[in-house]
Every structure is written in structure tokens, then in C-alpha cells.
């Protein structure tokens, strides 16, 4: 628009533009401009994603800190000294999963939390990529022979699993609860409304509360505990042991009854917390015990033997 004011053709373009969509039928202009949003929105972002990260490099300096340097238009250089690592974070959103890949973001102290609202990616070591070479990074990064974000996991309970269906089935016949009350007052058209959001938003809600479950996971892994957890962004966590200063134990009124509780190593690095979510009441805490011996078993009440 702007180019046709320039050359002072605006009232035309725009006079054109309406014509055509006075002909369209009003079907196929709602699938263009869906598309046409889509297309700007997938451009937009590979862009601006380029624009990032071209020229990436990754290096470990001769003084012991990683550096991270970036950018196309601007040049980003972003430092991470190793005595302040105290692990990674290997984060897989839905979209780059399903491509087979993650992105690796360091656990650090020294951050300050509003920067780190400020630039979401100042802690990010590696963008996305094959999760392999995401594996492969963490290891080289942490100077581990194996990477403890590819450790093998403790599953969780199946109760677990259920309390994922239910809050996905809640919150995905919620609305369609809501759109039926409202057809049986209103107009039957809500009621047509209501069976289609229920037969898309039914199948995706169990696939994510499946998926859910199946994140879930926790183990030990040389220095490091590692857990994970999510759906739409996947996070396995592998945090250094020593950089553990305290636990927060928590269980819900369900969670007690189903046997499962959530356990939360505070640090002070990266998000400050990391969860281990409904995992069985006694391993979740024999977990804890493990990973930092001594600093939960005060707080323990064994049961007597044979009891």
C-alpha cells in the first residue's frame, strides 16, 4: 500500500482490492485471508529466526566460559561462565518435536529475572536442532561422557495418566457443555456447534493427556538428577546435584488418595524450581533422598520394619 501511495495509485488498489472481494464468495475470501495470514505468519518467523541465528557459533574458551556468538543484522555475543553452570535444559515445543528435534538452554545462576523476561533466548545454548546433536552438545557442554538428558527415565504411576484425561477432558468439554446449555435455550444451531467442537476437541485432548503421561519421568544420572515433563513444550531438566539447596514436597487431597506426590528441587539457577510431577509417594521421596543425600532425610518419617 504504501508503494501505490508513492507512485498515486492508492485509491485505485484499494478501489480493485474491494471489487474482488465483493465477487468472492465469502467462504473462499474467510480460506484466503486464514492462508494468506498463515503464509505472512510462517515467513515472519523464518525470518526472524534467521535473523538470530545465522552465523551461530558455540565455542568453550581458554578460561573456562562458554560463549555463544549470533546474529545476521545484529551481532549477539552471550557468555556462560562454567563455574556458574549448573545444567541444561533440553526444551522440545510441540511443533519442533514432531521434526525430531529440541533446544538445548543452559541452567545457570546469575541471571537476573528481569532480563530474563526481557530476552527469553539469552540462556539458550544450542537452537533448534536434531535431538541427537542436542543429546551430543549437553554432554560436550557439562563435559559428561553421556549426556544425562538422554538417561534412561523412571516411568510414572498410571495414576498419573489418569489425572492427565481428566483435566484435558474437563478442559475440552467445558466449552462444549456451555455451547449445549446454551442450544437448549437458545437456537439448535449452538447444539450442531457444540457436537463439532466435542468430536475435534475430544481426540485432541486424550492425545495430549497421553502424551502428557508419557513425558513424564525422573532418574539420577552421575552428578546430575534430571526430570521430565510437558506436552506442548516438552523440558527434560538435568540439574547438578550440588546445585541442589532445598525441596518442596507437595500433595493434593487427590494426589494423596491416588498414592502420588510432587517433588520440586529449588536452585538457585536457571527457573529456580524443577519438578518431578506425580510420582509415586515413595519413590518421588526416596528420589530426593538420593539425589542430595542428607538434606531431605531430616524431614522423613520412616516407617518400622514389617510394618
Known amino acids: 500500500m504504501q508503494v501505490s501511495d508513492w507512485i498515486g495509485v492508492q485509491g485505485q488498489v484499494i478501489e ?23 503464509v505472512a505468519g510462517v515467513v515472519g518467523a523464518l525470518g526472524l529466526w534467521i535473523e538470530m541465528w545465522w552465523n551461530y557459533r ?11 556468538r549470533r546474529g545476521l543484522f545484529t551481532s549477539r555475543s552471550i557468555s556462560v561462565e562454567e563455574a556458574r553452570l549448573r545444567g541444561v535444559d533440553l526444551v522440545e515445543p510441540l511443533g519442533v518435536r514432531l521434526l ?19 530476552n527469553a533466548d539469552h540462556n539458550t545454548l544450542l537452537p533448534a536442532a536434531p535431538r541427537t546433536r542436542a543429546d551430543s552438545v549437553a554432554a560436550d557442554v557439562l563435559r559428561e561422557p553421556d549426556t544425562p ?12 495418566r489418569g489425572r492427565r484425561l481428566r483435566w484435558s477432558l474437563a478442559a475440552a468439554l467445558g466449552p462444549v457443555l456451555i455451547l449445549t446449555l446454551l442450544g437448549a435455550l437458545l437456537t439448535p444451531v449452538l447444539l450442531w456447534i457444540a457436537l463439532g467442537c466435542a468430536v475435534v476437541a475430544v481426540p485432541v485432548a486424550v492425545a495430549l493427556a497421553l502424551d502428557a503421561y508419557r513425558a513424564l519421568g525422573h532418574a539420577l544420572s552421575g552428578r546430575y538428577l534430571v526430570t521430565r515433563s510437558g506436552t506442548v513444550r516438552r523440558s527434560t531438566a538435568a540439574l547438578e546435584r550440588a546445585g541442589v539447596i532445598g525441596w518442596t514436597v507437595k500433595q493434593s487431597v487427590f494426589q494423596r488418595r491416588a498414592g502420588l506426590l510432587s517433588i520440586t528441587a529449588t536452585t538457585a539457577a536457571g527457573g529456580g524450581a524443577y519438578t518431578a510431577y ?10 530426593a533422598a538420593d ?5 531431605l532425610e531430616p524431614f522423613l ?7
Do not use: C, N, Q
Not at 558455540?58 to 555463544?68: D, F, K, N
Not at 506425580?278 to 528420589?287: H, R
Open 16 to 38: 480493485w482490492v474491494g471489487d474482488r472481494f465483493r465477487e468472492t464468495p465469502l467462504l473462499w475470501t474467510i480460506i484466503v485471508l486464514v492462508l494468506a495470514a498463515l
Open 58 to 68: 558455540l565455542e568453550r574458551e581458554a578460561g573456562g566460559t562458554l560463549r555463544v
Open 100 to 118: 525430531g528435534a529440541a533446544r538445548l538452554d543452559a541452567i545457570t545462576t546469575g541471571l537476573a529475572k528481569d532480563h530474563e523476561a526481557r
Open 149 to 160: 538428558t538422554g538417561a534412561v527415565l523412571t516411568p510414572h504411576p498410571r495414576a498419573a
Open 278 to 287: 506425580d510420582t509415586d509417594a515413595s519413590e518421588g521421596l526416596t528420589f
Open 291 to 295: 539425589a542430595v543425600p542428607g538434606l
Open 301 to 307: 518419617e520412616r516407617s518400622p520394619k514389617g510394618a
